[in-house]
Structure formats: structure tokens, C-alpha cells
């Protein structure tokens, strides 16, 4: 990947002066600890800091910026590393993870949190009081870099994006000054900073709407893999109609031979439909019918969902390991759709996936103004996302042939266009935005970071 902005070597003097003036947290490559720190949540990308400073407090973040701001040195943030990137190389990576402050005002439902708060942290705090924020399908990553990047919820339906709930955003920015973002303080930064990415500034805290979620119903339903084509599509009947409370996600997944995972999964490849509802038992079932009815299930999780819960309707691993992916948005899922993606992977199929996913949309997610963030309304109803696990090169070689194959088989039926938290680790930024949204978030990079002290893992300047 390359940039618009270019930048000079670290040198080992400059590093020298960071190392003094934050004793203990600047870590280069060859110290103890290097490779933990160094590394994000996908093990499979490579990223390569020139250095890894640990934040302990805001102050660290300002003193980082204006030595950055010195030394002509690129600096980026990364409290977790679910969307790490090779663009992060040869910057000094801050680790922020220890900005942890949650605050609840139950007055205003507004939730100030702090950039290494993670959703299911701050879901355990939000859910005793029948409240929620738009956490996605895992409650691992963290609560600001989810929002930067947009964030598509269970909720998403219901409420939006995660980033159209933001009010205010608190950042060092390229002059290494705090700064409280509102949409009336500055509009154009706090609209790039409302699903844009985090090019913009080191964020260190992040202020939201919080929304009701008195009752949540929600859970699995599963069913051996030569049931897909019927499964998906009491999936796309049910979505057709569905009220903006009921979201749900159709999944085609093999589970690997592993001695962990219990019988009859294990080495299995099986179809689901995942669901979240925020109302009641008896109205989810009956809006359900048609996949009820479906015969040949094997499981049944449906039932009331704590919100601290959420992450278990996925039930996807949080623990780093190596991720490929590929997404895209669909403008139908017909039956055209359904049998070509299924050539692809479904029964029968040695596709080296561990994941195929369709995503239903639609909702407050398509109605959504181009004012409220870079994405806009998302029109498409549907997007599909594949995720391989590349365990060795031939492995990843053979995943890469495959995401080939299922985005030529829905070729079609896509617009070109992903969600900005779904690109895979080498895709241009672009695919999330349109071209007027995107040359609007280079010239706010242009204006408020012209040296480019900031480098996100996204870079809005980057040539794809």
C-alpha cells in the first residue's frame, strides 16, 4: 500500500527522546515483550511498527503527538487490532488499551468511554440499566475504533450505525492539543470522525447515545448443510418483511476436526440463522414461523438475551488468531444468488471457509442522511462477508481462490461497495465510500493533519 504522505526514517535519537519522556512504555523491536505488543488481533498480518509506546494516561497521547509533530514521525493508535493493516508500518504504534473510564449520564442515556474500552465492557455496565450502544456481533473490540469505522449492530436495524451515535469525540490532534470534537465545534472533522476512520487524531475518549433494549430475544438456529438452500430462504422471506427490531444473519460454516469441539460438530459444515429482537418472546416467534417450520434442525437457542450476553448469539472466538476475509453489499439475494454462492460452498462443497455469511440490512441503516457520516445510507439490503483462517501459505492461497469464486458468483448481485469495519486487510478504503464522500475525507485530512503526524490502519490518502 502506498501514500500521499511520505516520512523520514525514525531515527534512534528520536526514539531516545520518546523513551525519556515516557520511561517503561516505549518498547522497539528486540525488547522483551516485542512481539505482544507489536502485534495485532489478526496474527496474519505482519504489521511492523518502528516502535510501540503503552499509554498509560491521556497525557501520554499529547506528549506522543507533539514529538511526533517534531520528529516529522508518523503515530497511530490501536487498543485491541481487529482491523490491523500493513499501514501501520514503520509508525510508532500507541497502545491505548489502558483508557478505560466508562461514565453512564442515565438522564441523557449518553456514555462517555475511554478509546481502550471494549463493548463488552461497557455493555456490562449499560445493561443493568435496560440500555444499550450499537456493539456488533463480538464483544471484543473496542467501543471508539468500532465507531470509527462506522460499526454495523444488531441494532443497526433499529437505530443505525454505531457512528450515528456518537456526540462528541475527545482527541489529540496534529498539534498536539486535546480537543472536544461536537458536531457544532468543528462539523467537518466530526463528520469524518462519524465512520471515516481514525486518520484524524489520536482518540482518547469517545461520548454516545445510548438506546432502550429493555428485552431482547435472540440465539441460534442451526441445521445440518444440505438444508441451505431451504434455510435461506425462509432466511430472505422472513427479511423481506421484517420490522426494524428483528435483525438477522444467515450463516454457512464448517467446524474444524478438533478434539475441542464436541460431537456431532466437530468436522461438520452446517447452515444457521442467527436472530436478535429487541421485543418480546411470542412476537419474534411468530415473525420466525417460516424458519420454525424448517424440518431437520439440529439446534435451537432462541431465548432471552442478557445484553451483557450479546456476544454469545455469534459466539465468535476472542482470543487473536489468523484472519482472512472478503465483503461485499448485495443489491437482492434471489434465487439466482442463493443457488451460485451455493455451487460455491455449499454441501458437498471442499471450500476452505470457515465462514459464509449473509447479513440482512435495511431499516434505519437505509435511511440514514449523508450528513449524519461518511457511509451515508446504506441502500443495498444484503451483504455477504467469507472468512478463512490461514493457518499456512498454501492454506491462505486456497482461501484467496475461493473469496475469488464466491465474489464471482455473486457478481451480479453486488454493487461494489463493503462496510468500511468489513474490508479485508489490502482493500481500498474507497470500496466503503462514495467518491464525493471520500474526497471530503481527504480534504479534512489535508486540513486538520497536513504533515501527517496521523496514520490510521485505514489512510483516507492512501492508492490502493
Known sequence: MTHDLTYPAVDNEALDELTAMLPGQVLVPGDPGWEEHSRGWILSVDQRPRAVLTVGETED?????????????????QPVGHGATTALDDTVLLRTRALREITIDTEQRIARVGAGVKWGELLAVTSELGLTGLVGSS???????????????WFGRAYG???HSVVAVELVDAAGEL??????????LFWALCGGGGDFGIVTAMELRLHPAPHVFGGRLLWPIEMARPVLKAFRAVSATAPDALTLWAQLFRFPALDEI?????????????????????EA???LEPCLELPARWLNTLGTVPLAELGSIAAEPVDPMPVSETSGLLRDFDDVAIDRLLAVVGAGSTAPLAVVQVRHLGGALARASAAEGPAGAVLEPYQFFCLGVPVAPEVEAAIQECFAEVRTALGGHTTGRTMFTFLGADDDPG?????????????????TDPDGVFRSNRPVLSRG
Open 262 to 282: 464436541p460431537e456431532p460438530l466437530r468436522g461438520g459444515a452446517f447452515v444457521s440463522i442467527d436472530v436478535s429482537y429487541l421485543g418480546s418472546a411470542e
Open 161 to 163: 450505525l454505531a457512528a
Open 431 to 447: 470500496r466503503a465510500f462514495s467518491p464525493g464522500a471520500l474526497a471530503r475525507l481527504r480534504e479534512v485530512k489535508r486540513r
Open 61 to 77: 497521547v499529547v506528549a506522543a503527538a507533539r514529538w511526533a509533530a517534531r520528529h516529522g514521525v508518523a503515530i497511530s493508535a
Open 139 to 153: 464483544p471484543d473490540p473496542s467501543v471508539v475504533g468500532f465507531c470509527l469505522g462506522g460499526g454495523l449492530s
Open 179 to 188: 480537543r472536544r470534537v461536537t458536531a457544532s465545534s468543528d462539523p467537518e
Open 285 to 287: 416467534l411468530a415473525l
